[in-house]
């Protein structure tokens, strides 16, 4: 039976009747409810359960079902690199960049209890967590000027310029142990030396440190003494993980020019090796193998060893790693091993077929079982104590922690940001020593664009109490009726033609689509395939009665020199200098033929493209099907790129990318936006005439979206999978067509004719909204007049940033006056045109 990990649906099996409950039961209702997306009908019944005789028996369900079931504190806003001190008494994590970086050290047990903030990055905490050592940041005149230029200049050369400031200050930080309890600190002698990762050895600090002209080496701080050299040879030595102990670490060397050499990829390459270097006798032992692990009490290792063509799981004693046993052997692939507390049994990751999976084995290779079925990757494996283990699911972009209890099988899922529609993409997880908290790093407010990441502390002691339940369905059943509402009141002027368009879409369509272009195999630049599909599209466009053409230019490697956008243009009746543009790429990795990536893209921007041709909009609409996306976002630059020299006026941008695949039989996928307006419009485009789920995430980098963004700024939607990058064959040769839901692709498009339908029809966003004057509670406000034709007016709305619509009034020219206002207030303003239809998203301005 295959397990449903959704973040809104952790166990769609729910609503199935537990022995002796009535099928009809409120709880079982709700869960259907819930199933198929109506979260107003599913919340106020689970409300109703609450209040009733059976609330304690149905909290865990009904927790699980909207968010989280065990207390979580968000640590900070935007931290990193978090770890638990090895007795489990403090809590410390990295926060802030470049010369403002800081680590803070808390007290587990109170994590509201600062202990120290020091100014510097690359902690770890002695053995016996009395201690903790870290690279101070100094302030120095180098070190401020390399800082300042990591900003300026070419975006393109942000990287090299990060570089140049991370060997600075790897040079000028200081190496300084501070005693936890007193405060007190003492800074170790390093000379010269550019300082890397460190580890905290039982007799003394260890680092990873290189001269200005040499290779790198691990060095020996004792009593403190000068560092002393425990390694020799060339490249660049990188430490890898020390044991409890501290008296053995992994680290491996990075050849100059070569790569990461010796790194934890799973066993997948032949020549893959790192070294076990012991303390205090500073012997180093070269293991070929891959993806190191300690037991807990530090005294044996496993990691994965290639030989023929099989993967073995070795285990060995630390102290004498020569006699290494393989304890599993096969053909699969295998990765991340990790010990029981009591050493007696591993859980490893491997891929009977195509996606991850965690299976458990004795230590004497006995008794080895599987423990997950999903159909998405099940991966890292840890251990919290003999009985308990903490999973991920998903890919890198979109992973979910959750717990199994090995005895009975049961899997709960550990954190989500109890919201209905917003995803919570989570990065890393740390468990404590004694298994009952885990510090997550995660995005919980779904925007994956900006560089900070929240990190959180889940008490697996402490569940959620039937008030912190019923507050958190309250708000989201507010929340989920003022979306529904406002969205219906959107799209209210033209609900029935939106509904007349949408119900000509075409399931058979989406596959005849699917099918033919997955006929050229790969659709790469360099392959025969992509040429093809150009062809296929630009007479497909022909058929729906436009007028399309091809928009070559040369990409690097594509096979002729040459590759092509295929474009067609529904011309807009009323205000046809204005665009928005619609956009898929149809090519592939060179691999596979990318029936998900993107060929299901492809086929939603196709029927949306038919569907349409006979219903032109107010405003203009592309339909862009871009090529060269997996070669580096080719196509849709060189769009862009044209669209900006001819000065067309894009005024909004929908990007779809792998909305064919799905996780179970849900129609669910994820909007990708950096437009709030554009986002809640697509929900509402879906809740209304499609049978599409929808999420969302503040999401575009490294997609075609980004084209957009860079260029004509916060313009984008569009719609990608749920769970975002889910998809086991992502990439892969077996990316194939009997792994798409044609329903779902065809959702898409509907919700994509719908969304373009209300976009199109209304006026764009205003551009230059600014404050005149503002004094004693009065504002004066102005803007750039509308650029649509038939605008008859502008609504104002302004309040507090937590409700900036709380007061609302109308002008019919582009300046208003408000008064009652105050600095920190927020003033919003939106065209309305004479069909009644108000502008798709607001422009903004905070009063000073």
Same mark, same amino acid.
């Given at each position: 039976?295959?397990?449903?990990?959704?973040?809104?649906?952790?166990?769609?099996?729910?609503?199935?009747?537990?022995?002796?409950?009535?099928?009809?039961?409120?709880?079982?209702?709700?869960?259907? *409810?819930?199933?198929?997306?109506?979260?107003?009908?599913?919340?106020?019944?689970?409300?109703?359960?609450?209040?009733?005789?059976?609330?304690?028996?149905?909290?865990?369900?009904?927790? +699980?079902?909207?968010?989280?079931?065990?207390?979580?504190?968000?640590?900070?806003?935007?931290?990193?690199?978090?770890?638990?001190?090895?007795?489990?008494?403090?809590?410390?994590?990295?926060?802030?960049?470049?010369?403002?970086?800081?680590?803070?050290?808390?007290?587990?047990?109170?994590?509201?209890?600062?202990?120290?903030?020091?100014?510097?990055?690359?902690?770890?905490?002695?053995?016996?967590?009395?201690?903790?050592?870290?690279?101070?940041?100094?302030?120095?005149?180098?070190?401020?000027?390399?800082?300042?230029?990591?900003?300026?200049?070419?975006?393109?050369?942000?990287?090299?310029?990060?570089?140049?400031?991370?060997?600075?200050?790897?040079?000028?930080?200081?190496?300084?142990?501070?005693?936890?309890?007193?405060?007190?600190?003492?800074?170790?002698?390093?000379?010269?030396?550019?300082?890397?990762?460190?580890?905290?050895?039982?007799?003394?600090?260890?680092?990873?440190?290189?001269?200005?002209?040499?290779?790198?080496?691990?060095?020996?701080?004792?009593?403190?003494?000068?560092?002393?050299?425990?390694?020799?040879?060339?490249?660049?030595?990188?430490?890898?993980?020390?044991?409890?102990?501290?008296?053995?670490?992994?680290?491996?060397?990075?050849?100059?020019?070569?790569?990461?050499?010796?790194? !934890? !990829?799973?066993?997948?390459?032949?020549?893959?090796?790192?070294?076990?270097?012991? +303390?205090?006798?500073?012997?180093?032992?070269?293991?070929?193998?891959?993806?190191?692990?300690?037991?807990?009490?530090?005294?044996?290792?496993?990691?994965?060893?290639?030989?023929?063509?099989?993967?073995?799981?070795?285990?060995?004693?630390?102290?004498?790693?020569?006699?290494?046993?393989?304890?599993?052997?096969?053909?699969?692939?295998?990765?991340?091993?990790?010990?029981?507390?009591?050493?007696?049994?591993?859980?490893?990751?491997?891929?009977?077929?195509?996606?991850?999976?965690?299976?458990?084995?004795?230590?004497?290779?006995?008794?080895?079982?599987?423990?997950?079925?999903?159909?998405?990757?099940?991966?890292?494996?840890?251990?919290?104590?003999?009985?308990?283990?903490?999973?991920?699911?998903?890919?890198?972009?979109?992973?979910?922690?959750?717990?199994?209890?090995?005895?009975?099988?049961?899997?709960?899922?550990?954190?989500?940001?109890?919201?209905?529609?917003?995803?919570?993409?989570?990065?890393?997880?740390?468990?404590?020593?004694?298994?009952?908290?885990?510090?997550?790093?995660?995005?919980?407010?779904?925007?994956?664009?900006?560089?900070?990441?929240?990190?959180?502390?889940?008490?697996?002691?402490?569940?959620?109490?039937?008030?912190?339940?019923?507050?958190?369905?309250?708000?989201?059943?507010?929340?989920?009726?003022?979306?529904?509402?406002?969205?219906?009141?959107?799209?209210?002027?033209?609900?029935?033609?939106?509904?007349?368009?949408?119900?000509?879409?075409?399931?058979?369509?989406?596959?005849?689509?699917?099918? *033919?272009?997955?006929?050229?195999?790969?659709?790469?630049?360099?392959?025969?395939?992509?040429?093809?599909?150009?062809?296929?599209?630009?007479?497909?466009?022909?058929?729906?009665?436009?007028?399309?053409?091809?928009?070559?230019?040369?990409?690097?490697?594509?096979?002729?020199?040459?590759?092509?956008?295929?474009?067609?243009?529904?011309?807009?009746?009323?205000?046809?200098?204005?665009?928005?543009?619609?956009?898929?790429?149809?090519?592939?990795?060179?691999?596979?033929?990318?029936?998900?990536?993107?060929?299901?893209?492809? *086929?939603?921007?196709?029927?949306? *493209?038919?569907?349409?041709?006979?219903?032109?909009?107010?405003?203009?609409?592309?339909?862009?099907?871009?090529?060269?996306?997996?070669?580096?976002?080719?196509?849709?630059?060189?769009?862009?790129?044209?669209?900006?020299?001819?000065?067309?006026?894009?005024?909004?941008?929908?990007?779809?990318?792998?909305?064919?695949?799905?996780?179970?039989?849900?129609?669910?996928?994820?909007?990708?936006?950096?437009?709030?307006?554009?986002?809640?419009?697509?929900?509402?485009?879906?809740?209304?005439?499609?049978?599409?789920?929808?999420?969302?995430?503040?999401?575009?980098?490294?997609?075609?979206?980004?084209?957009?963004?860079?260029?004509?700024?916060?313009?984008?939607?569009?719609?990608?999978?749920?769970?975002?990058?889910?998809?086991?064959?992502?990439?892969?040769?077996?990316?194939?067509?009997?792994?798409?839901?044609?329903?779902?692709?065809?959702?898409?498009?509907?919700?994509?004719?719908?969304?373009?339908?209300?976009?199109?029809?209304?006026?764009?966003?205003?551009?230059?909204?600014?404050?005149?004057?503002?004094?004693? !509670?009065?504002?004066?406000?102005?803007?750039?007049?509308?650029?649509?034709?038939?605008?008859?007016?502008?609504?104002?709305?302004?309040?507090?940033?937590?409700?900036?619509?709380?007061?609302?009034?109308?002008?019919?020219?582009?300046?208003?006056?408000?008064?009652?206002?105050?600095?920190?207030?927020?003033?919003?303003?939106?065209?309305?045109?004479?069909?009644?239809?108000?502008?798709?998203?607001?422009?903004?301005?905070?009063?000073?």
């Amino acid at each position: 039976m295959r397990r449903l990990i959704s973040a809104t649906a952790v166990a769609a099996a729910l609503w199935i009747p537990l022995s002796g409950r009535s099928s009809d039961a409120p709880i079982d209702a709700a869960a259907v *409810a819930w199933d198929r997306g109506d979260y107003v009908a599913a919340l106020t019944t689970y409300l109703q359960v609450l209040d009733s005789a059976g609330a304690d028996e149905a909290l865990e369900t009904i927790a +699980l079902q909207t968010g989280e079931l065990f207390h979580t504190r968000e640590l900070t806003t935007d931290g990193e690199s978090p770890k638990f001190s090895l007795d489990g008494r403090y809590i410390a994590y990295q926060t802030g960049a470049l010369r403002a970086r800081a680590i803070r050290l808390l007290a587990a047990a109170d994590p509201t209890k600062e202990v120290a903030t020091l100014s510097g990055f690359r902690g770890v905490f002695s053995p016996d967590s009395n201690r903790f050592a870290y690279l101070r940041v100094t302030s120095t005149p180098a070190l401020q000027e390399a800082a300042a230029s990591v900003e300026v200049g070419p975006s393109n050369q942000r990287a090299q310029r990060l570089t140049a400031f991370n060997s600075r200050i790897a040079l000028e930080s200081r190496l300084v142990v501070r005693e936890i309890a007193s405060g007190r600190e003492t800074e170790m002698e390093t000379g010269q030396l550019r300082k890397q990762s460190l580890a905290f050895g039982a007799t003394g600090i260890l680092f990873a440190g290189s001269p200005a002209d040499g290779s790198g080496q691990i060095y020996w701080i004792q009593n403190g003494a000068a560092p002393a050299a425990l390694t020799s040879g060339d490249g660049e030595k990188v430490i890898g993980d020390m044991n409890a102990s501290g008296t053995a670490l992994t680290f491996t060397v990075r050849l100059a020019g070569a790569g990461r050499a010796g790194g !934890g !990829g799973g066993g997948q390459g032949a020549n893959q090796s790192f070294r076990l270097l012991t +303390l205090p006798d500073g012997k180093v032992a070269t293991i070929a193998g891959s993806a190191p692990a300690f037991s807990v009490d530090g005294g044996s290792i496993a990691y994965l060893a290639r030989a023929a063509n099989e993967t073995r799981l070795m285990v060995a004693a630390v102290n004498d790693p020569s006699a290494a046993a393989a304890i599993r052997s096969g053909p699969e692939r295998l990765d991340a091993p990790a010990f029981s507390p009591d050493g007696k049994r591993l859980a490893f990751q491997i891929t009977p077929k195509e996606d991850w999976e965690i299976h458990l084995i004795g230590r004497d290779g006995t008794g080895e079982t599987r423990l997950t079925r999903d159909i998405q990757h099940d991966l890292l494996p840890r251990f919290l104590d003999n009985d308990r283990l903490v999973g991920m699911i998903g890919e890198a972009r979109h992973r979910r922690s959750f717990l199994y209890d090995l005895a009975t099988g049961k899997r709960t899922r550990l954190f989500h940001n109890n919201t209905i529609r917003t995803i919570a993409p989570e990065y890393s997880w740390v468990p404590s020593p004694d298994g009952q908290k885990l510090l997550i790093v995660a995005e919980r407010d779904g925007d994956t664009v900006s560089a900070e990441r929240g990190v959180y502390l889940v008490d697996l002691s402490r569940r959620v109490t039937r008030d912190e339940l019923r507050a958190r369905l309250r708000s989201n059943l507010a929340a989920e009726q003022a979306l529904r509402e406002k969205t219906q009141r959107q799209f209210a002027t033209i609900a029935a033609n939106v509904r007349q368009v949408v119900g000509q879409a075409s399931v058979a369509r989406i596959f005849g689509y699917e099918k *033919a272009l997955f006929d050229f195999d790969s659709k790469h630049i360099t392959r025969p395939g992509n040429r093809l599909a150009s062809e296929y599209l630009f007479n497909t466009y022909k058929s729906f009665g436009y007028e399309p053409e091809y928009q070559w230019f040369a990409g690097r490697g594509a096979l002729g020199g040459q590759t092509a956008n295929v474009l067609a243009t529904l011309r807009g009746t009323r205000n046809p200098e204005l665009v928005y543009v619609v956009s898929s790429h149809y090519d592939s990795v060179a691999i596979g033929p990318g029936a998900d990536d993107d060929t299901s893209g492809t *086929a939603a921007l196709l029927e949306t *493209a038919r569907i349409l041709a006979k219903q032109p909009q107010p405003a203009t609409i592309v339909f862009a099907s871009f090529t060269g996306e997996e070669a580096g976002l080719l196509g849709s630059r060189e769009y862009v790129r044209r669209a900006v020299a001819a000065k067309v006026h894009i005024v909004g941008a929908l990007n779809n990318d792998m909305v064919g695949w799905a996780n179970d039989h849900r129609l669910d996928n994820t909007i990708r936006y950096s437009n709030a307006g554009i986002r809640d419009i697509q929900h509402g485009a879906a809740m209304h005439f499609t049978s599409l789920i929808t999420y969302d995430a503040l999401y575009y980098k490294s997609t075609d979206a980004a084209a957009y963004y860079e260029a004509y700024g916060d313009i984008v939607g569009g719609i990608g999978s749920y769970p975002v990058l889910g998809n086991p064959h992502y990439h892969q040769s077996h990316d194939l067509l009997d792994t798409i839901n044609h329903q779902l692709v065809t959702e898409v498009a509907k919700t994509t004719a719908a969304t373009l339908m209300l976009m199109a029809s209304s006026p764009s966003r205003l551009t230059d909204l600014r404050v005149e004057s503002f004094s004693k !509670g009065t504002a004066t406000i102005s803007w750039t007049p509308s650029p649509e034709t038939g605008v008859s007016g502008y609504v104002v709305a302004y309040g507090p940033a937590n409700n900036p619509e709380a007061h609302r009034t109308k002008t019919s020219g582009p300046q208003a006056t408000v008064s009652k206002v105050q600095p920190g207030m927020v003033i919003s303003v939106k065209a309305v045109n004479d069909k009644g239809l108000e502008g798709w998203d607001w422009t903004r301005v905070t009063l000073k």
